[in-house]
């Protein structure tokens, strides 16, 4: 086989005679699979084989029983991943959200080489994410993509849309057994765990047609819980820093204010404080390992400096406005404001202080430093499974 296509289904009986259709059409002259990985109750399974009778290409069905369908959508793509007869693999959602006639397209560019990975993006060029239907949704989208990108800026460089469900992976680049995948986003658990090289296509993300969405509070949380899995040491050291600089800037403005200072004043000053002592302890701890690759020292402290300042220069009239209107203590707004503050300033940091700067074109070669050298194996330990 040329490409086996991995199609996780759950309860998309009426969505099978149609993909099986469009795939055979964009899939003419190829050797290729459709290997559909089942956790329905609806008789999905009985459909593909039913569709598989007079399917012009090989169409088969993974049914996995209740009490076997461990990981969840991500889980059906690693079973896949196991029972696929090609090596080149693609995935795609079976609600026909996913183009079929794209598959096409990413075979064509990882035939091009220099990928492992091909990613059909909703966000480069030519892509769309209307299908997402609700403005609510494509916020959800986008807020959780900038979230990961934040929380793995180095491994996720140059990758638009890690969310996405439809891409081309080469099942020979993969250790398998390495992955533990939960959810939905198992784009997202093959580059984070796995050194691959990814490019990426725009794709259009159409309006579903059949059946419904399998999204839902319960699959946000089990995002939310897997993404702290996959790299939660990064962020909650970021975070214990910030909740040492809260305690400072909370300890400063209980010293000012105790001592006569207006509260505002007090805040201005334990904000400049803070902001310098947060910077240097993530410069040294948290972003230690992306600093060769980012710009130089002055230009990631003014840049921080000046997003601090500017966030705090809004942070601060809020407080105000939490003192005077809503009565409530000056320490006790400050801890209010910081709290809400944090996120935005590890996004910050993450993508735009500590963003790599350009790689070098292909043709000049690159020497790794025997520090860099440690920070990578540092890098790919902390990966291992076992160790998150």
């Known amino acids: 086989m040329d490409v086996t296509v991995i199609v996780p289904t759950r309860n998309e009986r009426a969505n099978v005679a149609p993909l099986v259709e469009r795939l055979a059409q964009a899939l003419a002259g190829r050797r290729a699979e459709i290997l559909f990985v089942d956790d329905s109750e609806d008789g999905t399974a009985a459909e593909v084989e039913r569709v598989a009778q007079d399917a012009p290409l090989a169409v088969r069905v993974l049914h996995r029983p209740q009490g076997e369908r461990l990981g969840g959508l991500s889980g059906a793509v690693v079973a896949g991943l196991r029972s696929a007869t090609a090596d080149v693999c693609v995935v795609m959602d079976g ?13 064509d560019r990882h035939a091009q080489g220099g990928c492992d990975v091909v990613v059909a993006s909703r966000y480069i060029g030519g892509g769309d994410s209307t299908g997402l239907g609700t403005t609510l949704r494509f916020g959800v989208s986008r807020g959780a993509t900038i979230l990961t990108k934040a929380m793995f800026p180095m491994r996720l460089h140059g990758t638009s849309d890690p969310m996405t469900g439809f891409f081309l992976v080469d099942r020979s680049r993969l250790d398998v057994d390495a992955l533990r995948p939960s959810g939905f986003k198992i784009l997202l658990e093959l580059l984070v765990r796995s050194d691959l090289r990814a490019a990426e296509i725009p794709m259009q993300f159409l309006p579903r047609t059949e059946g419904e969405s399998k999204a839902s509070m319960r699959q946000g949380v089990t995002f939310l819980v897997h993404l702290a899995r996959l790299r939660f040491g990064k962020m909650s050291l970021f975070a214990l820093i910030g909740g040492l600089g809260a305690l400072a800037n909370l300890a400063i403005v209980w010293a000012l204010t105790g001592a006569g200072m207006h509260y ?68 006790l707004a400050t801890a209010i404001t910081l709290m809400v503050a944090f996120v935005a300033r590890f996004v910050f940091h993450s993508l735009v202080v500590y963003r790599p700067r350009a790689a070098p074109a292909p043709s000049e070669p690159t020497t790794e430093t025997a520090g860099q050298k440690i920070i990578r194996m540092i890098d790919e330990e902390a990966m291992r499974p076992g160790e998150l």
């Open 95 to 107: 609600d026909l959200q996913h183009p079929p006639a794209l598959v096409p397209q990413l075979l």
């Open 264 to 331: 505002v004043l007090a805040a201005i000053i334990a904000a400049e404080v803070t902001i310098v002592a947060n910077f240097l302890l993530a410069e040294r701890f948290v972003f230690a390992e992306m600093r060769e690759r980012a710009g130089g020292f002055w230009r990631r402290f003014l840049t921080s400096f000046t997003f601090n300042n500017v966030e705090a220069a809004i942070r601060i009239p809020v407080l105000a406005v939490l003192v005077e209107t809503w009565h409530i203590s000056a320490v």
